[in-house]
């Protein structure tokens, strides 16, 4: 069973940095793209920044220049590192990946369940 999990998530003050982390655990073929969503109350969730199938790296407009991601293959992790951040950061931040169990299988979307994280003075 494939799993993802997040975790860095907290409480930080305006101007503040954080960093996210998600790991992929479980038996699985491959991990094609991962990368993190947010949803903030009352909002549909919203793309933070994506590594596509071949492709830029993508990254929503609010959050350009001050938050990056990364990635280790290795290890089957992504990362988010969110400096400079803002009151309307605050969101529950999900980790996705688009993950192949065996060979030739149709890549299925997974979620982790997300963290929190609180951007307040």
């Known amino acids: 069973q494939v799993q993802l999990v997040e975790s860095g998530g907290g409480l930080v003050q305006p101007g503040g940095s954080l960093r996210l982390s998600c790991a992929a655990s479980?038996?699985?073929?491959?991990?094609?793209?991962m990368g993190w969503y947010r949803q903030a109350p009352g909002k549909q969730r919203e793309l933070v920044a994506r590594?596509?199938?071949?492709?830029?790296?993508l990254y929503a407009d609010s959050v350009k220049g001050r938050f990056t991601i990364s990635r280790d293959n290795g290890k089957n992790m992504v990362y988010l590192e969110m400096n400079s951040l803002k009151p309307e950061d605050t969101a529950v931040y999900y980790c996705?990946?688009?993950?192949?169990?065996?060979?030739?299988?149709?890549?299925?979307?997974?979620w982790g369940q997300g963290t929190q994280v609180t951007v307040s003075s």
């Open positions: 996705n990946a688009a993950i192949s169990i065996v060979l030739y299988q149709r890549p299925n979307d997974y």
């Open positions: 479980g038996s699985f073929y491959m991990i094609y793209n």
């Open positions: 590594f596509p199938t071949g492709g830029s790296t």
